[in-house]
């Protein structure tokens, strides 16, 4: 909670007034009942009306004055909790956009996602309530006593020994309400991430005709988190009954014990009806006070969970460039330095560094220079999409290193290291936003230059056929454009910004075998200086290729060009000639 409440600090002296004008509305709802008493109690036994109307105004005054005061600091805290979550919003989503891809998959995006929403809704509401009801409330409990002390000194006596049962109720349920919307929270993480699969996966569900699995796997989730939702209300539902129970006992003693000493000529009627209004002022100034702490609870489960990722330390840090670091060799009598290295890199997910059962990388190398074009092969799971993942840098190799440029890749700031790229990933997106604009994706990319990576990429002609043309909007995630067409964008995403490395990762498959050829040539004619790393199961798509990588189980089984691999490797020529048998076919 205290890092949250940092983010306050900017505010203060906005809060600082409202509460001043909060301290003063409130003491005028304090002073209504004192006036009511005085009222019965020495103004109506003079038998003036005069006098009566003018303590009337004065009433009417407090009420008015109490309103107007109670509505301007309310406005005021609603205003500095909008600030503050909405600039709490934008760190925490800044902090996700730039985590590495290893705590993105330690937290989970539905958890992330659950963060930025719910989570600081419920620091949202915290802020404002306490600067409402927080402020307002302790000042109506003590304030109250005090006047009620003031008045009658033995009611207020029989009223105090209530509050101490009452404190004990808050602070028992206040204790065990956190780790209970601590498990709410995660459960929530469960289920946004049940209903984000699912929605993201409703056709393949619906065609292998899974919906009543997935239905029951949502009731199980949702059945989790409303167990937990169940018993975190009802651990904090038992305050309100206990407090009611507690604040009517006191009520009930107070009547009595009024009665007896009005009755007895030692309290005049005016005072106990002016006692019996505070009581239920401060009644419900002990109920807002649990609601108050109710609303703590869950603010302070929500805060550690976003403070946990604001808190997370950067572990890709960028390390200082070594002299001489990069790879020079001779050619020609000319120093050439390759585009792309990888020096005996291994790596795993989940693998330390001395964890060899976990790799799914093992000792692999490779050699790119400026204008070759690297092709990998392999099954699914052998490691492809791995290597782009860490050619970009979103891991961190666990042995070996990898060079761009003949210089280390963790040597690189982010910016830097991913503005030589253009990449297409095999689940990409398409934004809810003009199909120009998905190809500039807020880059310096004029119209000339997105027209012209849209014709290299075949994408121009069904752009243009489009009402509006580049203008034409694309729905969310692109389910207005086939799935030819949605790679084909995308692909022109990655052309437009002319990049020094094109990545390809499985991003044709969805092209037909003409146009999948229209592409190649497309980008051997207009990209000639460009490094191409491909990721396809087609032979057919890296056939043409300077080099051709073989995978099988994360170690490099073939390298090589396409008659190398075919004279020396059997997993890629027994590859080969089934696909051209089923091409054949």
Known sequence: MEAILKYLKPYHSGMAVGFTIKVLGTFADLGLPWVLAYILDYVVPKKKVLYV?????????????????????????????????????HDLFEKIMYLSGMQTDAYSIPSLISRLTSDS?????????VQRIGVRAPIILVGGIIITFTLEPVLTLVLVTTLPLLAVVVYRVSKKGIPLYTQVSQSVDGVVRIMRENISGIRVIKALSKTDYEYN?????????????FKAGITMAI???????????????????GAYRVNAG????????????????????????????????????????????????????????????GFNAINTQKEIVPRIQFEHVSFGYHAAKEDDEK?????????????????ILGA??????????????????????????????????????????????????????????????????TKEQAEQAAKDAC?????????????HEAAIKGANLSGGQKQRLLITRALAGSPEILVFDDSSSALDYKTDAKLRQAIREHYKETTILMVAQRVSSLMGLTHILVLEDGRAIGYGNHEELLAQCEVYREIYETQMDAKEL
């Open 380 to 445: 699914t799971g052998s490691g492809k999409t791995t290597i782009v993942n860490l050619l970009m840098r979103f891991y961190d190799v666990n042995k070996g290193r990898i060079l761009i440029d003949g210089k280390d890749v963790r040597e690189y700031t982010p910016q830097k290291l991913r503005e030589k790229f253009g990449v297409v990933f095999q689940n990409d997106t398409v934004f809810h936003d003009t199909l120009e604009e998905n190809i500039k994706f807020g880059r310096d990319i």
């Open 359 to 375: 790799l799914c990388l093992s000792d692999i190398n490779f050699t790119i220079q400026p204008g070759e074009s690297l092709g």
């Open 121 to 129: 809704y419920n620091v949202h509401s915290m802020i404002g309530r």
């Open 217 to 229: 796997r949502f009731q199980a989730g949702n059945a989790a988190l409303a167990e937990n939702e």
């Open 239 to 257: 305050s309100s009954p206990m407090m009611n129970m507690i604040l009517n006992l006191g009520l009930t003693a107070i009547i009595v014990v």
């Open 266 to 325: 030692a309290s005049l009627p005016g005072k106990i009806v002016a006692f019996l209004s505070y009581f239920t002022m401060i009644l419900n100034a002990m109920m807002s006070i649990t609601r108050v702490f109710v609303d703590i609870s869950k603010a302070a489960a929500s805060a550690d969970r976003i403070a946990l990722v604001l808190a997370a330390k950067e572990d890709l840090p960028v390390i200082a460039e070594e002299k001489n670091s």
């Open 459 to 471: 994408a121009y002609n069904f752009i243009m056929e489009k009402e509006g043309g580049f203008s």
């Open 53 to 89: 109307l003018l303590w009337g105004l004065v009433m009417a005054g407090l009420a008015v004055a109490a309103r107007l005061l109670n509505i301007k600091a309310n406005r005021m805290a609603s205003r500095v909790a909008r600030d503050t979550i909405e600039i709490v919003r």
